[in-house]
């Protein structure tokens, strides 16, 4: 099947109450993980790589190896950029068969946030690819944005924004943050935030990044066998599934992914230590990861058998 761009099932996702998870990748473990999730769960996709992926992998690979998973796929997938640093990776990216990109000008005065996204929008729509773009910051640290703290989206200025820059979809601050440490102490969203924003832009997709729960089994595993990750804490899974009532249609999960990823190949080191096939251990962390996309796709987004 080929690829396709996400209007459709966004529109779908608006009319339904739930959200398509976006999902950053990595390599080809993850790719299928993700891949035998939601066929299994006959849900949409996007597959998501950011510019750390395409310097770790290169984009040509990345790219190779979702077309051989589409192959056999009965699914519609997106294949979306995520935080793109500037216009020449934007233009790269679409140039190079991606379907939608994020343009993050989020660190930027909201006039220059505006301008930039303006021009990949211009190139972007001329080739038919959707185009994302970011209004307001999250904490910590996101390729090449760092923030020490969330500035949340001002839902006049996303009004504004949006008609502006003319983009298709827009992620917003409500509180998410992110890495593996969101929260120093009651998780919470601003839901009186997104239900404005919600009504003052009636169905226009909105976007949650940073929006890893960070479940804490895995945390646990990779602690127990060996790592040292602590005090972290993610987004609440209730929380997320409630956005998806408000107009949020994509929501974006990586770190959990690396969480299963490394908890399972960690914990495949102890008890396996005369092992030393890769294939052995990166076999348990593909499933670990489609065991927790598929977990994802049915409890926090509500996508299942959505396609």
Known sequence: MPLTGPKEMFEKAYKGGHAVGAFNVNNMEIIQGIMMAAEEEKAPLILQISSGARKYASQIYLMKLIEAALVEADLPVVVHLDHGADFDICKA??????????????????????????????????????????????????????????????????????????????????????GAYKFAGEPRLDFERLEKITKIMPDYPLVLHGSSSVPQEFVEMANQYGGDIPGAKGVPEDLLRKAATFGV???????????????????????????????????AARQAVKDMVQHKIKNVLGCSNQI
Request: charged share 25%.
């Open 249 to 283: 249609c994509k929501i974006n999960i990586d770190t959990d992914i690396r969480l299963a990823m490394t908890a399972t190949i960690r914990k495949s080191f102890v008890d396996n230590p005369t092992v030393f096939d890769p294939r052995k251990y990166l076999g």
């Open 93 to 178: 990216c679409i140039d190079g068969g991606f379907t939608s990109v994020m343009y993050d000008g989020s660190h930027l005065s909201f006039d220059e946030n505006i301008k930039i996204t303006k021009q990949v929008v211009d190139y972007a729509h001329d080739r038919g690819v959707w185009v994302e773009a970011e209004l307001g910051r999250l904490a910590g640290i996101e390729e090449h944005v760092v923030s020490e703290e969330n500035v949340y989206t001002e839902p006049d200025q996303a009004v504004e924004f949006v008609e502006r820059s003319g983009c298709d979809s827009l992620a917003i601050a409500i509180g998410t943050s992110h």
